[in-house]
């Protein structure tokens, strides 16, 4: 799943209950069928001159915590401290 959303709705769901947060070392202990990242500004022209993130769900993510695995076939740098997202 990858979608577009401004800061202040991601603000809401997160403040609804919608989505959870954790740090990404968290994750094997979080009871979440879905994770996500939210990358701000979006990396799109379009999306970023709208005031839009990226909001991509999380495959997997290396041993170290040094990588992310991206549903849409990218890999990012990550650390243990990087906020996900999930619900």
């Known amino acids: 799943m990858q979608t577009v959303f401004t800061l202040p709705s991601m603000i809401r ?3 609804r ?5 954790c740090r990404l070392e968290e994750w094997k202990n979080i009871p979440g069928d879905e994770f ?9 022209l379009c999306n970023f001159a709208n005031g839009d ?12 915590y040094s990588k992310i695995y991206l549903s849409n076939g990218r890999t990012i740098p990550a650390d243990k401290d990087m906020v996900v997202y999930y619900r």
């Open 13 to 15: 769901m997160i403040d």
């Open 17 to 21: 209950g919608t989505f959870k947060t």
């Open 36 to 44: 996500f990242i939210y990358l701000f500004p979006s990396a799109d």
């Open 53 to 64: 993130g990226d909001f991509i769900e999380i495959e997997d993510y290396a041993a170290d």
